[in-house]
């Protein structure tokens, strides 16, 4: 049974990309075992994550042909293979769930620990913990919503959710502990003099 091209969804239309192009037909993606070959298992519905399959399969046609420009012999199982190590190099795909469970994630740490850190300043100021860490948490709400969640969310590969996460880390969470700290430094301070 053939369907019309104007009656497939986008899925499928994805799906008939991988599936047409000639270094699929020649078996070059099963070769080199990059994950490219069965595609059955995936649902239509899933577009973001064909989507970022149709760039990994981008991504091995580049360099498929050039290897062939270079004079290898793509034919060759060794070299296949070879060329398949450096296309998963590029990173694993992953589902959108997964990047927006991470995000999620990323976010709650980030609002914990500026709720924690400018609580602590409540305790310097003579006030409540928890209402200052209430405002704490907002900021960090904040922050989460309009820089990390955002990023992190839209990722398609395992590496770079971790390079996101690290950069997160060091520019962002870090900022709130140093304020925490600081605040810790300054309450005691506080308490053994006045």
Avoid at 22 to 51: C, H, T, W
Avoid at 76 to 94: F, S
Avoid at 124 to 142: D, E, M, P, R
Wanted: with cysteine.
């Amino acid at each position: 049974m053939e369907a019309k091209l104007e009656n497939l969804n986008k899925g499928q239309l994805i799906k008939a990309d991988i599936y047409s192009r000639p270094n699929a037909i020649m078996g070059k993606y099963r070769a080199s075992q990059i994950g490219l070959d069965n595609l059955e298992s995936i649902k239509d519905s899933d577009v973001f994550f064909l989507e970022t399959l149709k760039v990994r399969a981008d991504s091995a046609d580049k360099m498929i042909a050039e290897a062939e420009s270079q004079g290898k012999d793509t034919t060759d199982l060794n070299v296949m293979k070879d060329l398949g190590e450096k296309i998963n190099a590029l990173g694993k795909p992953i589902h959108r769930s997964e990047s927006i469970m991470t995000a999620i994630m990323v976010s709650l740490t980030i609002i914990v620990c500026y709720g924690i850190a400018i609580g602590i300043w409540g305790l310097v100021f003579s006030k409540n913990f928890f209402s200052f860490g209430l405002y704490g948490a907002t900021v960090g709400l904040l922050i989460s919503l309009l820089f990390v969640t955002p990023v992190i969310a839209v990722q398609r590969t395992k590496e770079r959710i971790k390079n996101t996460i690290f950069g997160v880390d060091m520019m962002i969470t870090n900022i709130g502990i140093v304020i925490g700290i600081l605040g810790l430094i300054i309450w005691t301070i506080r308490l053994i003099f006045f």
